[in-house]
Each structure stands twice: as structure tokens, then as C-alpha cells.
């Protein structure tokens, strides 16, 4: 039975139905992957659908694009070849020089080094606070604050930051508020509701799914402003007219991986959250960082805010020697770096994912391992720790 225009669809309906309308020309139930650079105009100027040249607009691009906006909520969404890619896109959008950056302490390496690398040189200011404290939030924010960026669940430390009152405390003070939703994945948390003014993902995770494609994305609304400028175009300005744009391929396997989303983070949620409960009190494991356990510190927000606690796990061992030993002992989490695959993979972030901010303030303990939990049988997996732990 159709549903009437005015009727929401349900999340899992979207995450299959959203931008992907069969082909007109042959009824395929899975629109086609458009393998080409250019297109033939009719005449001058007369651009079939709106499409010139790759770069600018593909099809396939386009089917994404309109998937990751009804999924979040926003009204524009830009795929990108990687979610860096699309992150230095977006603070290209936002920041001159002058500008101030303050950022969550507790980001994925990666982001940090981008702009402590790559924008700082060019004169951007950059400063880090924690999150988890509003007060700290508003003492930090200055007048050249121009983007406020987080991350909740964080990576790796699993904190819980309050995205409404962020927001409003950023929006005071004229700065962009910037959520990594990476973590949570639009189908667990959707910061634009919150009060967010943008989102940005690695696709490469939990959207797509599967370990096989790189991508990222930005998604907002049109109503946001930089000055009296529309973010949005800008972003899809420098979309164009930098290029970092995800291939066809890329964005069809995608659009297939994010089919399945809900469903597997279901079973992400349920296989971590009964890791997490098993490991507390361990002998070998002196603290469990998952939203998911009531002690928690961001639990009772985490439960507000998400609608289940995500595939993500943290372990504090005695030391560096325990925590590299049990890294290198597990047999199906593989020792890997990324996250967000049906595959469970084990994560040193002080020598992997966050070895850019060892040395610094931003330092991962090096007693400290991820856990990206995937969807085997979680016996298995929770055989697997256990028996890894076991030999440390």
C-alpha cells in the first residue's frame, strides 16, 4: 500500500527507497552505475537533467547525495572521496584567515591534523576543550571563533557531548557547529535535529559498511550562512571546483551498503552492548568506555540523544605491554585500522588511528584499545576477548 506524500516514512524505508528510483528506461529495480566522464549536450548550453561533466554532476553522485540528506534530515548533502576530503572542503567553506577552530579533545586524529597541518599554516587558529563541559565550552569560544567541531560518541574514549546545549552556546557567540556523526551513523543519532548546522561522516564506516569504499560527506541545511553567504553553496562550489568527489563506483557501493544500515546497526548495538556488559569488572580490564553501561558519564544523555549506543568499545588495560598484548591475541576482531564493518576489527589508537597527536595534550593513553564490534555471533566474539584477555 502507498503511503500518503504527508506520511514520514519509517528510517529503514528511506535508507532503501531515497533517491533511488527504478530506471525509466528499462524498469531496473537498482538504477545503474553512470560509468562516464562527460555528456552530450543538446546544442549549446542545453544540458541533459542538469549534467555537463563529471566533476560537476553524475547520476549516480546525485542518487547519494539525495540519500544522505533524507537520512539526516538536511536539505543538501555532498559526497566526497574521503571524509577528510570532505571535512578540509567544508572548513574551506567556512574559515579565512584569522579564524578560530575549537574542536573537541578528544576528535579522531585525523581531523586534528588537518587542520593543525594543513589550515594552521594558512592562519587559522586552533584550540581543543572538553566537550563534555558546557562551562569549558563558553570560556573557550572566542570572537574569532568561527566553527565549533565535535564528536559524540568520541573516538576513542566513547564521550558523550550534549549537542543541543553546544549548539546553542556556539550559536551565541555566531560560530557553525560541526557534528561527526561517523560514530553513531544517521540511523542512531541525527545532530541536525538536535540543533547541529552541519554533519559530516566518513562513509567509509558504518554507511558503507563493508570495508570496500572509501568516501565521505557533508550534509546541511540551506538556511545556514557564512556571513551573508549560503554555506551550501559554497560547499558546492569548492565541490566542483576542487574535485574531491567520489567516484560512481564508489558512490553506488555506497548506496548499497547504506540499504542494510539499520539492520546491522541493530546488531552492532546488541553485539557491543553485551561485550561491554561482560567485560565489566574483568580482572584484565580496569575501565569499559561504552555509552551503553550505566555508569557511563554520558549514559542517561547518550540514551536521550541516540537511539541505541553503537558498535564502538574502549578498553583501559594495566598498561601499554597488556594493551599491545591483547591487541595482537584476538583472532576474529583483526588487528586493522578503520572501524564500521560487518567485520569486528581491533584498534591501538596511540600507535594507529590518533599517532599524528602522540607527544601532545590530544594523547590516546597507550593502555587504551578500540573495539569496533561487528555482526558475527557474539559468542564467537565475546569467546574471542575473553581468551585474548586471558593471555595478556
Same mark, same amino acid.
Given at each position: 500500500?502507498? $503511503?500518503?506524500?504527508?506520511?514520514?516514512?519509517?528510517?529503514?524505508? !528511506?535508507?532503501?527507497? /531515497?533517491?533511488?528510483?527504478?530506471?525509466?528506461?528499462?524498469?531496473?529495480?537498482?538504477?545503474?552505475?553512470?560509468?562516464?566522464?562527460?555528456? @552530450?549536450?543538446?546544442?549549446?548550453?542545453?544540458?541533459?537533467?542538469?549534467?555537463?561533466?563529471?566533476?560537476?554532476?553524475?547520476?549516480?553522485?546525485?542518487?547519494?547525495?539525495?540519500?544522505? =540528506?533524507?537520512?539526516?534530515?538536511?536539505?543538501? #548533502?555532498?559526497?566526497?572521496?574521503?571524509?577528510?576530503?570532505?571535512?578540509?572542503?567544508?572548513?574551506? =567553506?567556512?574559515?579565512?584567515?584569522?579564524?578560530?577552530?575549537?574542536?573537541?579533545?578528544?576528535?579522531?586524529?585525523?581531523?586534528?591534523?588537518? @587542520?593543525?597541518? *594543513?589550515?594552521?599554516?594558512?592562519?587559522?587558529?586552533?584550540?581543543?576543550?572538553?566537550?563534555?563541559?558546557?562551562?569549558?565550552?563558553?570560556?573557550?569560544?572566542?570572537?574569532?571563533?568561527?566553527?565549533?567541531?565535535? &564528536?559524540?560518541?568520541?573516538?576513542?574514549?566513547?564521550?558523550?557531548?550534549?549537542?543541543?546545549?553546544?549548539?546553542?552556546?556556539?550559536? #551565541?557567540?555566531?560560530?557553525?557547529?560541526?557534528?561527526?556523526?561517523?560514530?553513531?551513523?544517521?540511523?542512531?543519532?541525527?545532530?541536525? =535535529?538536535?540543533?547541529?548546522?552541519?554533519? !559530516?561522516?566518513?562513509?567509509?564506516?558504518?554507511?558503507?559498511?563493508?570495508?570496500?569504499?572509501?568516501?565521505?560527506?557533508?550534509?546541511?541545511?540551506?538556511?545556514?550562512?557564512?556571513?551573508?553567504?549560503?554555506?551550501?553553496?559554497?560547499?558546492?562550489?569548492?565541490?566542483?571546483?576542487?574535485?574531491?568527489?567520489?567516484?560512481?563506483?564508489?558512490?553506488?557501493?555506497?548506496?548499497?551498503?547504506?540499504? !542494510?544500515?539499520?539492520?546491522?546497526?541493530?546488531?552492532?548495538?546488541?553485539?557491543? $552492548?553485551?561485550?561491554?556488559? /561482560?567485560?565489566?569488572?574483568?580482572?584484565?580490564?580496569?575501565?569499559?568506555?561504552?555509552?551503553?553501561?550505566?555508569?557511563?558519564?554520558?549514559?542517561?544523555? *547518550? #540514551?536521550?540523544?541516540?537511539?541505541?549506543?553503537?558498535?564502538?568499545?574502549?578498553?583501559?588495560?594495566?598498561?601499554?605491554?597488556?594493551?599491545?598484548?591483547? #591487541? %595482537?591475541?584476538?583472532?576474529?576482531?583483526?588487528?586493522?585500522?578503520?572501524?564500521?564493518?560487518?567485520? =569486528?576489527?581491533?584498534?591501538?589508537?596511540? &600507535?594507529?588511528?590518533?599517532?599524528?597527536?602522540?607527544?601532545?595534550?590530544? %594523547?590516546?593513553?597507550?593502555?587504551?584499545?578500540?573495539?569496533?564490534?561487528?555482526?558475527?555471533?557474539?559468542?564467537?566474539?565475546?569467546?574471542?576477548?575473553?581468551?585474548?584477555?586471558?593471555?595478556?
Amino acid at each position: 500500500m502507498t $503511503q500518503p506524500d504527508s506520511i514520514t516514512p519509517d528510517f529503514r524505508t !528511506t535508507a532503501i527507497h /531515497a533517491g533511488q528510483d527504478f530506471d525509466p528506461t528499462t524498469g531496473a529495480v537498482i538504477p545503474p552505475v553512470y560509468f562516464t566522464t562527460t555528456f @552530450v549536450q543538446d546544442g549549446l548550453g542545453g544540458f541533459r537533467g542538469g549534467y555537463e561533466y563529471a566533476r560537476g554532476g553524475n547520476p549516480t553522485r546525485d542518487s547519494l547525495q539525495t540519500l544522505l =540528506s533524507a537520512l539526516e534530515g538536511g536539505d543538501r #548533502a555532498f559526497s566526497f572521496a574521503s571524509g577528510l576530503a570532505g571535512e578540509d572542503t567544508l572548513l574551506r =567553506s567556512i574559515l579565512k584567515p584569522g579564524d578560530h577552530v575549537l574542536m573537541g579533545n578528544d576528535v579522531y586524529g585525523g581531523t586534528h591534523r588537518l @587542520v593543525n597541518r *594543513a589550515h594552521v599554516p594558512w592562519g587559522i587558529e586552533l584550540s581543543t576543550v572538553e566537550m563534555m563541559d558546557a562551562d569549558a565550552v563558553r570560556a573557550a569560544i572566542r570572537p574569532t571563533t568561527k566553527v565549533v567541531w565535535l &564528536e559524540t560518541p568520541s573516538n576513542p574514549l566513547m564521550k558523550i557531548t550534549d549537542i543541543a546545549a553546544i549548539s546553542e552556546i556556539a550559536h #551565541a557567540a555566531g560560530a557553525v557547529v560541526v557534528v561527526d556523526n561517523t560514530f553513531a551513523s544517521p540511523y542512531l543519532q541525527q545532530p541536525l =535535529s538536535l540543533g547541529a548546522d552541519v554533519v !559530516t561522516h566518513s562513509t567509509t564506516k558504518y554507511l558503507g559498511g563493508h570495508s570496500d569504499v572509501l568516501g565521505g560527506a557533508v550534509i546541511l541545511n540551506n538556511d545556514v550562512m557564512v556571513g551573508d553567504e549560503s554555506l551550501a553553496e559554497k560547499v558546492a562550489f569548492l565541490q566542483f571546483g576542487v574535485g574531491a568527489v567520489s567516484s560512481p563506483l564508489d558512490a553506488w557501493l555506497t548506496i548499497r551498503g547504506i540499504k !542494510t544500515l539499520a539492520v546491522r546497526m541493530d546488531r552492532h548495538s546488541s553485539n557491543a $552492548q553485551t561485550i561491554a556488559e /561482560a567485560l565489566v569488572g574483568h580482572p584484565k580490564v580496569s575501565t569499559v568506555f561504552y555509552p551503553g553501561l550505566p555508569d557511563h558519564p554520558g549514559h542517561e544523555l *547518550a #540514551a536521550r540523544q541516540m537511539k541505541l549506543f553503537g558498535g564502538m568499545i574502549s578498553l583501559r588495560l594495566a598498561d601499554a605491554t597488556a594493551a599491545r598484548a591483547f #591487541a %595482537e591475541g584476538t583472532k576474529l576482531f583483526q588487528l586493522a585500522e578503520s572501524l564500521g564493518g560487518v567485520e =569486528s576489527l581491533m584498534c591501538y589508537p596511540s &600507535e594507529m588511528t590518533h599517532a599524528s597527536v602522540r607527544g601532545t595534550a590530544l %594523547e590516546v593513553p597507550d593502555n587504551v584499545v578500540r573495539l569496533s564490534v561487528g555482526i558475527e555471533g557474539v559468542d564467537d566474539l565475546l569467546g574471542d576477548v575473553l581468551q585474548a584477555l586471558e593471555r595478556v
